[in-house]
């Protein structure tokens, strides 16, 4: 099977939503954003052995490759138009191909953004996304526009991903019910898409959480140019700590939650005064949300445990290359 | 060096184009492209040992890797803006990386096209690209706009990278010189965004020719409905066929032509009325252009040798996967 004949197999997408004048099958795509938007764009790369196992099923990476770009358009408040898929594999394996593309145009279509474009070539196995979508030109979800004194919130469950991963390493034992749980965590993210679109004026700043809670709420800190205030118990006694992740040595919940990464939750800031339409922003999107702490003019973050002492360090963030 | 240095060090772009809102550092980039305008996108991947070989040099690979998308715009007929860039590999190797960066940028700055996002991540060598371009609405050459008795141009010259190919693989030899010569043209391919541009309003269809002349104008063809008659003559007495190339065997010249791959040059139509305006268009963008046949409403297509027989095959163009 050629390379063309794969593209139109697998990765033809009759979805065209107002927006895409051109999908694919030409040297580029045509996008026209609404007048009035921007068009927010963002690109990742899986690789394998990285940032899935060999072992994850071709449906779930599917799901994931596209799910962690949309994270990235949800926190800015964005809403999915379209994407380009470019993928380098050793073969062509038509049984790969089907789960991949099965759970990659599943996700597509729950977000109504199209496959417009893309690349397929032989090499180790590879995936970039490239995602578009939109957003007015006032209300994008900046990492730059938190203000002192805001309270900061996160979404959904923290630290399954990574408890799932630390399985996978034999750091971890959990039960057979526990292992599927977070290994769905971890397999098939929710990109929080509705929330994201539901925070467009409510919140003041937004990033989505792949290499850990406190390393990816220091970028929005760095960018404003602002410090945190954070209390331990806040999330421990949260939502947000799942009954999972809750079934470890204590010690490793704090530790998976604050810095584990992969988990494609939101964190974000609003003023105090916003809070009752962050509830409603939470409720609107069927996204539970989690505040806890509040942004300083001191930089730096600080956690504060129950006994009222700051830690000493925190918890390291996932880095590629370290 | 972590992730965030290496971005900052090597892949910081203070180029900042009117369309660009928000540049890196947030989870996506914002684009605003002039009312009235489409947003063309593209995206291509190279692999080491499939689209380069370990004995490129990074500054070449840099400039190539984002040539091969502006070529795709140029076939378009847009007008660069923006790229993201996926960068994919093994260590950080911060003299690959200063190389790489400064072929890139450079060649990004000769465009006014800014780097506006990406991702950088352990693994095999592998680097992906986005580019983002305007069209306005109209304009646009896209494949399925050929017509019946279309005159057939290709620009630049065609044959000499599979030249290049061919002595690195060990099947032909040529003089220092002409390596010095052919591996330019493999390694650093222009991109023709100029005449793509002056060929807006001229041309009816127009695609870049990545995997070879005649199976790339069959991609106009299929997507027009229509064939084309062509004229070996015209292409082999023409300036499409550098004087490198014609120091092979004549049989070798004529197959790398046709058939060879990674020129990155445009194959266009245009209706015989525009003869003129074609040769403006060419002088306009410092591009030559080569009339080479015409389009037929008769499917296929045919070469005409100079003895006046067609050729009872044609050679094949680069497949990925075969």
Avoid at 13 to 18: G, I
Avoid at 35 to 63: I, K, N, Q, W
Avoid at 92 to 107: C, I, P, T, Y
Avoid at 219 to 225: Q, T, V, Y
């Amino acid at each position: 099977m050629g390379e063309f004949e794969l593209i139109r197999r697998y990765f033809q997408h009759p979805l065209k939503p107002p927006g895409v004048a051109l999908g694919n099958g030409d040297d580029c795509a045509l996008l026209a954003p609404t007048p009035g938007m921007r068009l927010a764009v963002s690109t990742d790369m899986l690789v394998e052995g990285r940032h899935f196992l060999s072992t994850v099923s071709p449906e779930a990476l599917g799901h994931k490759a596209l799910a962690v770009n949309l994270s990235d358009l949800a926190a800015m408040g964005a809403q999915p138009l379209a994407f380009t898929l470019a993928l380098s594999m050793p073969r062509v394996d038509e049984r790969w191909l089907a789960g991949f593309s099965s759970g990659l145009l599943a996700l597509a279509d729950v977000h109504q953004c199209a496959l417009v474009g893309g690349d397929t070539t032989a090499g180790p196995l590879n995936m970039c996304i490239t995602v578009f979508g939109q957003v007015p030109e006032h209300l994008a979800l900046r990492r730059d526009a938190a203000q002192v004194g805001d309270d900061i919130y996160v979404s959904g469950c923290v630290g399954d991903a990574r408890l799932a991963l630390e399985v996978v390493r034999g750091t971890q034992g959990v039960d057979a019910a526990t292992w599927e749980a977070v290994r769905q965590r971890m397999e098939r993210p929710t990109p929080r898409v509705a929330l994201g679109l539901a925070l467009r004026g409510v919140a003041h700043a937004a990033v989505d959480v792949s290499d850990g809670l406190l390393g990816d709420l220091q970028h929005i800190l760095s960018a404003s140019a602002l410090g945190a205030d954070l209390c331990d118990d806040l999330l421990m006694n949260s939502v947000a700590i799942s009954p999972c992740l809750k079934s470890v040595k204590p010690e490793f919940v704090s530790n998976f939650a604050w810095a584990g990464g992969d988990d494609y939750e939101l964190v974000f800031t609003a003023p105090p005064a916003a809070r009752a339409a962050v509830a409603h922003a939470a409720v609107q999107s069927d996204t539970p949300v989690t505040r806890i702490g509040h942004t300083t003019a001191e930089l730096g973050i600080r956690v504060r445990a129950s006994d009222g002492q700051v830690w000493a360090g925190l918890p390291a963030s996932f880095d590629h290359f370290v």
